[in-house]
């Protein structure tokens, strides 16, 4: 795969489409104006604005950490430092446990590069999964991919050679680890910098409300860059991953193009890969389970594949679910959770939910008897239904 | 040699059990249907006349099926010979339309067949050569219905020719100006020098995909009557291209995934390969019922706002 193949549309789809691409950068925007002034010297005026600036990588002071061969993964630019590095790198340290560390780390492994990958949590992503699955991750790291994980580790500094070049890192535990290459992966911060000596209201991101529109008139912002005024009950402020930037974009289209429409995210839902392993995971399922829930945790006893459903102590509503290595219906998991059914009713449609390829085999079976042996049950699996799917499908799309 | 490289593909996706069924049962069709049933058929008759006797390889596919001498040979070839006829008729009007409808083409072009075999395990390093552009799918859909139209003329003629026992049509000669263009340009140079020799250059499936009569004809119940659909998993897809850069009939897949739309396209051979390197479990080849097959209104899951009606 070559960067050709990441764009989404052929190069005459934006003309096409009276879409006028501009590679530049802008150096300031005079809202009272309407005037943006470019890096080239070039100005463009608009009637209205849509600020989708992205985010900027975080990077927390270290001793060290300007020089060459320290790097973040976020953009074009930093894929071509990495390429130019990794050619004269035998090990590696990415610093910080999240989504765009481990890819860092899948990279490197690519080009059989050694990987120190150090971890201030006790598990992997341990802000976001629960311990089962972050420890099921950490130990397909090590032991399937050769990553010298270390736990409750953090970065002290970062040693360089004559040449400006990294040669070592220090970590909090009195380490030095020996590299040649540092990825500093410890996630990221709204891109607003160069807008902050202005009327723009910001705090952490650019300050909206639900139509996406900033404090200044015609000046809309959507993305990384946001921060809701008014978030919705169970939602973050800034929010920042692909699906939520994807729908603000689609809300604010619809916005821009007459048709007033309101950001109001529904059930959550993310998705990433962690090696070999896909993650989706849909509604709640937090890292620490509140006293009023409760969850089931099933494990395939060989392969990488776990599923992790959470519900209501009381109730029985089914909350969420991670699920490692099984694909699962987006469509059917939304209004399982919308239209509150209980564990029992999804554990006995499991089948309805199923997204595997064919042939693939169907562990709902072993799940459900998994649970009827966990708590005494006696539920037992239901065939498929297309109808029932597609009726899914249909409020999933059109509403009720 | 489909079974050679076959077990090469095998070990290269063997974390997927869609691509080992149908790649042994590729091995299996091109080993029994294509050799060694014929092979036993012959050896229990031992009339001599010579006819296509693979199995699995009939009109249109087979251009030459209706030709004089085919049918003569199949004709001399008593019992045998008839049973080819009937199988070959069968194949075309019964077999494939309701396997199709059933299966989607894939149950015959990813499953069975010897020129999709061959692109799918020695030509699988190509794939990602395929041309994905507009253009190119304005081209294929010119050509390959293009040949579908020419062997349905040629074949129809040289039928009146075996009927009528003439040589000619309204004074034009059949053999030279029906049956020998066809047999040169597609037969040998389109499905053999451009299709396999070009790989490297274009991509594996080039014949499939440009120029194959059968695909046509197949793709077409595929596109308007059948209950196969690629499912796109509501909002999930990222926009990443996996699917696109590796699909071997220059499908962009990513254009209807990212739209929440199901993938539903006459040239698809349901080779799975979209669905395998896709990062977020986005595509599904399924069977499943016709009614919401085709969703073209943008469906992407995840809001409560709007919703299209
Ligand atoms: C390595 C990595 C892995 C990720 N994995 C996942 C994942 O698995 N799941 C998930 O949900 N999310 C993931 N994300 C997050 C996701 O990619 C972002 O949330 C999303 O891309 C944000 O989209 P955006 O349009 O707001 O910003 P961006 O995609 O960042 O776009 C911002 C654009 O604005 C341009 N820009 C910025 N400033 C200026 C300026 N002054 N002048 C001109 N142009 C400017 C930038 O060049 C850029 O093109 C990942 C991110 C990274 C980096
Ligand atoms: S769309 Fe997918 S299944 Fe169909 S031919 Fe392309 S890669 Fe194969
Ligand atoms: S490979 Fe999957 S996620 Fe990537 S563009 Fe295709 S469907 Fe979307």
Known sequence: MKFEHTKPYEDWFWEKNRIDLCFDHVENIQFENKLIRLRSGQSKTYDKLVLATGSVPNRYDWPGQEANGVISLYGLQDLELLEKYSSTTKRAVIVGGGLIGIELAEMLRTRNIEVTYLVREPYFWANILPTEEGEMISKHMQQDHHIDLQLNSELKQIFSDSNGRVEAVGTTKGERIPCELVGITVGVRPNVEFLKNSDLEIERGILVNEFLETNIPDVFSCGDCVQHRNPQAGRKAVEQVWYTGRMMGECLGETIAGISTPYIPGVWFNSAKFFDIEYQTYGEVPAKLPNDMSDFYWQHPEKKASLHFVFQKESEVFSGINSFGIRLRHAVLEQWIKEQKTIEYVLTHFRDAWFEPEFHKNYSHEIIAAFNQKIGSNLKVETKSWKRILSHIKSATYGH | ?309
């Open chain 2, 1 to 309: 040699m489909v079974c050679l490289w076959g077990l090469k593909f095998i070990l290269k996706y063997r974390h997927s059990r869609y691509h080992i069924w149908r790649t042994v049962v590729l091995m299996i069709c091109q080993l029994f249907l294509a050799f060694l049933i014929p092979e036993i058929l012959e050896g229990l008759n031992q009339e001599q006349a010579y006819f296509a006797k693979d199995l699995k390889f009939f009109w249109p596919l087979n251009y030459y099926f209706f030709e004089d001498w085919h049918l003569n040979a199949m004709a001399e070839g008593g019992s045998m010979g008839m049973f080819y006829l009937v199988w070959g008729i069968a194949l075309f009007l019964l077999v494939t339309p309701i396997l199709t409808y059933f299966l989607g083409k894939r149950w015959y072009c990813s499953w069975v067949c010897g020129c999709g075999g061959l692109a799918e395990t020695a030509g699988d390093p190509f794939r990602h050569l395929s041309d994905k552009r507009l253009s190119a799918w304005k081209l294929e859909r010119w050509l390959i219905h293009g040949v579908l139209v020419y062997i349905f003329v040629v074949t129809a003629v040289v039928l009146y020719g075996y009927f009528s026992n003439q040589s000619q049509i309204f004074g034009i000669d059949i053999y030279t100006w029906f049956r020998k263009p066809y047999g040169f340009l597609i037969g040998a140079a389109f499905s053999g020098v451009i299709g396999v020799g070009f790989y490297p250059l274009l991509g594996s499936r080039v014949w499939c995909r440009f120029g194959c009569p059968l695909a046509a004809y197949m793709g077409i119940f595929q596109r308007f009557k059948s209950r196969f659909r690629i499912t796109t998993n509501g909002g999930q897809c990222i926009s990443c291209g996996n699917c696109s850069t590796y699909c071997e009939q220059g499908i962009d897949v990513r254009w209807y995934a990212q739209r929440g739309q199901n993938i539903v396209r006459s040239s698809c051979v349901g080779c799975g390969v979209c669905s395998s390197v896709c990062p977020r479990g986005v595509l599904k080849l399924e069977n499943g019922p016709e009614q919401d097959r085709i969703n073209d209104k943008p469906i992407l899951i995840g809001r409560d706002d709007v919703r299209l009606l």
